[in-house]
């Protein structure tokens, strides 16, 4: 069974540039996740997708970032414009479905570094 | 607002000892507490998940517990090996998941 893929690995930008990050759940997941994990903190849930709706986005800072499911499968995370604090690694996750006791399987994540 | 603490924050420890981390959180209205391992530029990996009706959960050298009365867990590893040089991080599932920051295991050869 193919993972959760995250691409690219790696981004460089200077503040107040934009930047998007793209996730491939494991197939048949209906339940996506994107975490943000600054330098020596645990993830920090941003946004919950179930299909291609919102269950909870109470984290995410609405002003800069966004993110999208369209299709209820790839889903894209956007920050416009960066700040120097949104430095960090950006982790997705999917689950088969929604519940509290759906383990979540992660992606290797994609490291953001602004300028 | 759950927290989440875990101790220590780092841990160094010769090959062959068994470890015990600890992870405490402030909210014991959950349901289920994970502990995770994740190796540097890694995801996380999920090693054991407990229920809130269960006291503990195992895996081959690792024991997970879960007291959620006084809002404790531990991850017991038996036999430490270099291979689980890692950094574990618990994370209590109750009206969102919420993470510790995690301790940096080294098992030293």
């Known amino acids: 069974e193919a993972g959760v893929a995250q691409s690219p690995r790696y981004k460089i930008i200077e503040k107040r540039q934009s930047v998007a990050f793209w996730c491939n759940p494991i197939?048949?997941?209906?339940?996506l996740y994107w975490y943000q994990q600054i330098l020596g903190q645990g993830p920090k849930l941003l946004i919950q997708?179930?299909?291609?709706?919102?269950?909870?986005d109470s984290q995410l800072p609405k002003d800069r970032f966004s993110a999208e499911r369209l299709k209820g499968v790839d889903s894209t995370l956007k920050i416009q414009p960066a700040k120097l604090e949104d430095s960090a690694v950006y982790l997705c996750?999917?689950?088969?479905?929604?519940?509290?006791?759906?383990?979540?399987?992660f992606g290797d994540g994609t490291r953001l570094s602004i300028l | 607002k759950q927290e989440v603490t875990q101790i220590p924050a780092a841990l160094s420890v010769p090959e062959g000892e068994n470890l015990v981390l600890n992870c405490s959180f402030t909210?014991?209205?959950?349901?289920?507490l994970q502990w995770f391992r994740q190796d540097p530029g890694k995801g996380l990996t999920s090693l054991l998940l407990i229920q809130s009706s269960q006291r503990e959960q195992t895996s081959g050298r690792l024991n997970a517990s879960l007291d959620k009365s006084s809002g404790r867990s531990t991850l017991y590893i038996a036999a430490s090996q270099p291979g689980d040089s890692a950094t574990y991080l618990c994370?209590?599932?109750?009206?969102?998941?919420?993470f510790g920051a995690g301790t940096r295991l080294t098992v030293k050869p």
């Open positions: 996750a999917s689950s088969l479905e929604l519940g509290e006791n759906q383990p979540q399987h």
């Open positions: 909210d014991s209205a959950i349901y289920n």
């Open positions: 997708f179930q299909n291609n709706g919102v269950v909870d």
């Open positions: 994370a209590v599932n109750g009206n969102d998941m919420r």
């Open positions: 197939s048949g997941h209906a339940t």
